[in-house]
Nanobody, 115 residues
Framework: QVQLVESGGGLVQPGGSLRLSCAVSVNIFSIYAMGWYRQAPGKQRELVASITRRNNTNYTDSVKGRFTISRDGAKNAVFLQMNSLTPGDTAVYYC?????????WGQGTQVTVSS
């Protein structure tokens, strides 16, 4: 079972940036696609960005042009660079597999965008 540890969240003002990190317990190239999900209060968890083994990326419309997902095979890590943050980005962010489907979840990291 894949173990995931997210970090890098915090409180940031609107327009600010954060870089989230995810440590993965297995060789990330053994996983077809990894992604970052988020869950805002009272809302369902959503996939915001994904990256495949071949470094093909995909983003939900609301973060396109602002968020960048990347991966480091040597460190078995996945990252999410978030720029131009808005209060609408406030959520708990989780990394997890996309393909195959997630089986369990880590603690996540809280991102709060507020002035």
């Amino acid at each position: 079972q894949v173990q995931l540890v997210e970090s890098g969240g915090g409180l940031v003002q609107p327009g600010g940036s954060l870089r989230l990190s995810c440590a993965v317990s297995v060789n990330i190239f053994s996983i077809y696609a990894m992604g970052w999900y988020r869950q805002a209060p009272g809302k369902q968890r959503e996939l915001v960005a994904s990256i495949t083994r071949r470094n093909n990326t995909n983003y939900t419309d609301s973060v396109k042009g602002r968020f960048t997902i990347s991966r480091d095979g040597a460190k078995n890590a996945v990252f999410l660079q978030m720029n131009s943050l808005t209060p609408g980005d406030t959520a708990v962010y989780y990394c997890n597999t996309v393909t195959p489907s997630p089986r369990s979840w880590g603690q996540g990291t809280q991102v709060t965008v507020s002035s």
